[in-house]
C-alpha cells in the first residue's frame, strides 16, 4: 500500500520568514495530494490540495508543488504568522475508486512573534 | 452550510464494552470516511462508505465496524474495546462519485478514552 513520509516534525521559524514542509511518497499510482492544517484540539482544515496534472499551485500565501518523477511534494508557507501555528499534514490517494488518505506523520509549525 | 457533524464529541468506556460513533456529512455529500488519530500512529484511514457500501477498507481488525444509511449519515461501531483503542475518531465527507479523489472535509471527532 501507500506510504507517505513527512519531513521534519518540528519547524520553527521567526514571523515573516518562510516555512518549507516536505512529503515524499511511494505509490506511482497517486494521484491527489492534500495539505491539512490542525490546531490544537481542533479539526484538521483542507488548505490545499494538488493533482497529478498539475505541478505547482498556489492560494496567497500558500502553495503546493509536486514533482512525480521524484515522487514528493512540499506545502511553501510564505510570511508567515504567528497564527500559522499548527501541525500541517501531507496525505496521498490512489487513483481507486473512492477517498482513501494515506497521511504523513506531520509537522509541528511554530512561528515567533 | 452546516459542516461535519460527530456525536458524542467525548466518550469513557471500559475495556471488553462495545461503542457507536455517529456522522452526519456536508449535505449533499455522499461519501463518508472514517480516521483514527494516536499521537503514536498519526491518522490512518478505517473506511470509506459511499451510498451505503463499503467502498474502501484500512487495516484494521474486523472488531472496528461501520454503516451508512440513506441519507449518507454514517456510523462507526467498535466492539470488544481495548486500552489501545483510545484515541481521537475523526470522520470526513466529500461530494464522493467514482474517478478522481475529492476533497474531504473532516467533523472535529469523537474522543474515545478506553479505562
Known amino acids: 500500500g501507500e506510504n507517505v513520509e513527512q519531513h521534519p516534525s518540528t519547524l520553527s521559524v521567526q514571523e515573516g520568514d518562510s516555512a518549507v514542509i516536505k512529503c515524499t511518497y511511494s505509490?506511482?499510482?497517486?494521484?491527489?495530494f492534500p495539505w491539512y492544517k490542525q490546531e490544537l484540539g481542533k479539526r484538521p482544515q483542507l488548505i490545499i490540495d494538488?493533482?497529478?496534472?498539475?505541478g505547482e499551485k498556489k492560494d496567497q500565501r500558500i502553495a503546493v508543488t509536486l514533482n512525480k518523477t521524484a515522487k514528493h511534494f512540499s506545502l511553501h508557507i510564505t510570511e508567515t504568522q504567528p497564527e500559522d501555528s499548527a501541525v500541517y499534514f501531507c496525505a496521498a490517494s490512489g487513483n481507486n475508486a473512492g477517498n482513501m488518505l494515506t497521511f504523513g506523520g506531520g509537522t509541528r509549525l511554530m512561528v515567533k512573534p | 452550510k452546516a459542516g461535519v457533524t460527530q456525536t458524542p464529541r467525548y466518550l469513557i468506556k471500559t475495556r471488553g464494552q462495545q461503542v457507536t460513533l455517529s456522522c452526519s456529512p456536508i449535505s449533499g455529500h455522499r461519501s463518508v470516511s472514517w480516521y483514527q488519530q494516536t499521537p503514536g500512529q498519526g491518522l490512518q484511514f478505517l473506511f470509506e462508505y459511499f451510498s451505503e457500501t463499503q467502498r474502501n477498507k484500512g487495516n484494521f481488525p474486523g472488531r472496528f465496524s461501520g454503516r451508512q444509511f440513506s441519507n449518507s449519515r454514517s456510523e462507526m461501531n467498535v466492539s470488544t474495546l481495548e486500552l489501545g483503542d483510545s484515541a481521537l475518531y475523526l470522520c470526513?465527507?466529500?461530494?464522493?462519485?467514482?474517478?478522481?479523489?475529492?476533497?474531504?472535509?473532516f467533523g472535529d471527532g469523537t474522543r474515545l478514552s478506553i479505562l
Open positions: 470526513a465527507s466529500s461530494a464522493g462519485g467514482t474517478g478522481s479523489n475529492q476533497p474531504q472535509h
Open positions: 505509490d506511482s499510482a497517486s494521484n491527489y
Open positions: 494538488i493533482r497529478s496534472n498539475v
